[in-house]
């Protein structure tokens, strides 16, 4: 019996090869109809034999591409029809766009092998691609995916590309991006002058790659912008880079020729392997080994750290400049410190002439910029910890739709770690990163890709959400546009933003049982007016509660602070017994005095961060005064912390006593006043900093005690410190339920999609709260 079927499916499947997978299959099961792209997704209307019809709905949800996600699937039986064939036709662009918006995509192994393959025709072809791999997010201008709506439409295919995407039995049947040497993206070297070198693909990476070996620096242009590369193993180009950006400390990351070479230095299982190598391909934290094959300059990469940030090439001009050089690239951001990467290729010439000596080009326009991803998994229970969610996962994000609310609403986030989220016909979108909104180039970055994101669904908010802290910039942005748009905004305090961020990835919303949140970062407004950062709170049925945090202590001297541990640790540890012994020689005479002055006047601002503790912690241990970079400090402390648990193992549970919780209050200057004592008996760093590591996860299991609440929540920058999440599963994950981020990050990333979350508890779930 024959009939007729309209399927509808949602998600990300739209530049992952799905209409040629559909195509492919109604072939394989003999029917006929018709399949496109729509502002929701993909539509197909098939007909045939029943049995053969039902076979074919199967296979789509089985056997879809290994990038494809799907989020809905509908099949419904309609009056029958007749088809001659089945064909992919016309994409259908009217109504509003609701479908996930497929990341970059990194180099697959098909196209890998045909790049270094001397019979293949895109043989050394640098910007080879197919259906399953390359550009996607980056070069997107408008919806749905089709070739004439991204920066590929200028590139008229040749016959032979041509012949590939109209043929099914083709690898690149109907691939958006496909193109050649013939017919394809070109490539052009200037060197630091604006002087054209050379514009044959060959010669110019070979160039390349000599300039490297020399210990030049080069910047190449990649997918989501332009990177800088130098010889990983050359402490002079290092030093030379580290200069020229005017970055002093912070760690650079290191691409390698392959996973073997990578393997060589750093300790890859095969979860970090699956990273490396996966769709999203990000920058992967990890272990160096002693025995590493390539000289790497690991004190200047990452001073002081043990683990080093790795890649491999992602995209096929990588893969080739570093085929070539057969050896570990720096591969960092082009960029000064605190500005966006850079682009655009005309301004490429002009501001990385004092970076770079020589500038690799190409002339496929980037549409949406974006910095490299890094993940860090935990070591002992390998729990993924984003850092930074950028090319390659970004703004994908699987979620369950916001059902009973159509609205289209904008939430700005914050101003560190920015990121802005967007909801649409019930659909949650997070940008990419855009890092912190203090220069005018990453504000104006944010805002043009703001704009440019609302024009690709062309979509009007009806509402804008921001955090409550006046002077931040996205906040100003965001009562900008709604006072422009005569729209209501809505202000979302910063850390319940956290919390509601944890709860909806993890579809914790609308939970049955109350969830006890915690919330540690390093600075947010909180409904007092002060700055809060180390916070507990109770969420049940729609309210949120602040149930605990550590005891307040002076911020003074507004954004010094976060930027020298030895303030935070005079103010943090005031009147404990021995402290000023430590932190005396950390300053000058002057400096001594009048911050002395400032801590004894009465000061209306307080902080209860959990940021500013770690950073005391730093300074008292006399690790580090002066921050270069956020974070830091922090990440010393894990590192000596993590030493003492290599030796002892996770059982090591000697901890700090904190005082009586009182209304789940903290008692800081007890908890010091320990760890300063230690100090003065000659304790080892190490067994200090593992010491604080475990009253943190005490604090932890006893106000979860206290509240009777079984089921924890975490989110907040500190959580990126996965000796603190792995100690956390270890201690804790057996009699409770422990609930971590794990397509987003736990720093201010997830902002924005938890003041999303806030809004739907707030009309949908709870309306009445």
């Not at 993206?185 to 490297?212: G, K």
């Not at 999203?280 to 001073?303: G, H, T």
Request: hydrophobic residues 40%.
């Amino acid at each position: 019996m024959n009939c007729t079927f309209f399927i509808r499916i949602t998600g990300q499947v739209q530049g992952v090869g799905f209409r040629p997978f559909v195509y492919q299959q109604a072939g394989k099961y003999r029917l006929k109809g018709w399949v496109n792209n729509s502002l929701e997704g993909v539509h197909i209307q098939v007909s045939g034999e029943a049995e053969a019809v039902e076979a074919f709905i199967r296979a789509l949800r089985e056997e879809k591409p290994s990038v494809a996600q799907i989020n809905e699937f509908s099949a419904v039986s309609v009056p029958y029809q007749s088809f001659s064939s089945f064909e992919i036709v016309k994409s259908n662009r009217e109504g509003s766009g609701q479908l996930v918006l497929t990341p970059d995509l990194a180099l697959c192994p098909s196209c890998r092998a045909e790049l270094h393959d001397p019979g293949n025709r895109r043989f050394r072809y640098p910007f080879i691609t197919c259906n399953y791999c390359g550009p996607r997010y980056s070069l997107l201008k408008g919806l749905p995916y089709d070739r004439e709506l991204t920066t590929m439409d200028p590139f008229t295919m040749c016959p032979d590309c041509r012949k590939e995407y109209d043929d099914p039995a083709e690898w690149r049947f109907f691939s958006q991006t496909n193109s050649c040497a013939t017919c394809g993206v070109s490539l052009a070297l200037y060197d630091r002058t604006f002087r054209l070198l050379e514009t044959a693909s060959d010669p110019a990476i070979a160039r390349v790659a000599q300039a490297i070996r020399d210990g030049q620096i080069v910047a190449v242009k990649g997918i989501g912008g332009y990177l800088l590369l130098c010889d990983a193993c050359n402490p002079e180009a290092i030093q030379t880079l580290r200069a020229r950006k005017g970055r002093a400390r912070k760690p650079f990351a290191v691409m390698y020729p392959g996973l073997e070479a990578a393997a060589s230095d750093v300790a890859l299982d095969s979860v970090r392997e699956a990273a490396l190598t996966g769709p999203a391909s990000p920058i992967v934290l990890a272990y160096l080994r002693l025995d590493r094959k390539f000289p790497v300059c690991i004190e200047q990469l990452a001073p002081g750290l043990d683990q080093l940030g790795v890649m491999i090439p992602y995209a096929p001009l990588f893969e080739l400049i570093l085929a070539e050089l057969g050896m570990p690239v720096v591969a960092t951001s082009a960029n000064r410190s605190a500005s966006p990467i850079v682009y655009g290729d005309d301004r490429a010439l002009s501001e990385l002439s004092p970076m770079a000596d020589l500038i690799l080009v190409h002339d496929r326009e980037i549409a949406m910029p974006q910095d490299d991803s890094v993940l860090r998994l935990s070591k002992y229970h390998d729990q993924p910890i984003l850092h930074r969610r950028s090319r390659g996962l970004a703004p994908a994000f699987v979620h369950p739709p916001f059902e009973g609310l159509p609205e289209t609403v904008l939430a700005m986030g914050a101003d560190m770690k920015s990121a802005f989220g967007f909801l649409h016909r019930t659909f949650a979108y997070v940008s990419q990163y855009f890092g912190d909104l203090d220069s005018f180039d990453t504000q104006e970055r944010f805002r043009r890709s703001r704009d440019h994101f609302l024009g690709l669904f062309e979509a009007r908010p009806s509402v804008v959400l921001v955090d409550r802290h006046p002077q931040y910039f996205s906040t100003q942005l965001g009562r900008e546009f709604a006072e422009e748009k005569a729209i209501p905004f809505l202000e979302v305090q910063h850390h319940i933003a956290h919390f509601a961020a944890v709860l909806g990835e993890n579809h914790l919303l609308d939970a049955p049982a109350p969830v006890l949140g915690v919330i540690w970062d390093g600075t947010g407004m909180g409904t007092d007016g002060q700055i809060w950062g180390g916070e507990f709170f109770r969420y049940e049925e729609g309210r949120f509660s602040r149930c605990g945090q550590l005891d307040y202590f002076d911020m003074i001297l507004g954004d010094k602070m976060p930027r020298e541990p030895r303030i935070a640790a005079m103010s943090a540890a005031l009147g404990v017994p021995g402290s000023d012994e430590l932190l005396r020689p950390k300053f000058n005479t002057s400096e001594w005095f009048i911050y002395q002055k400032l801590l004894q006047r009465p000061n209306n601002l307080k902080t209860s961060s959990m940021g500013r503790l770690f950073d005391a912690v730093a300074a008292l241990l006399g690790i580090l005064d002066v921050a270069e970079y956020e974070g830091e400090a922090p990440l010393y402390v894990e590192q000596q912390a993590r030493i003492w648990f290599e030796r002892e193992g996770l059982d090591f549970e000697e901890a700090y006593a904190a005082g009586e919780l009182y209304q789940g209050r903290i008692d800081t200057r007890i908890l010091l006043g320990a760890l300063v004592a230690d100090m003065g008996r000659g304790e080892p760093r190490a067994k200090i900093a593992a010491r604080f590591h475990n009253t943190l996860v005490r604090i932890v299991g006893q106000i979860s005690e206290q509240m009777q609440l079984s089921r924890l929540a975490f989110s907040g920058g500190v959580f990126q410190n996965e000796l603190l999440v792995d100690l956390l599963i270890h201690r804790l994950g057996e009699t409770r339920q422990l609930y971590f981020h794990r397509q987003l990050s736990p720093n201010d990333e997830c902002i924005s999609f938890g003041q999303l979350s806030w809004y739907y508890i707030l009309n949908v779930l709870f309306p009445e709260k």
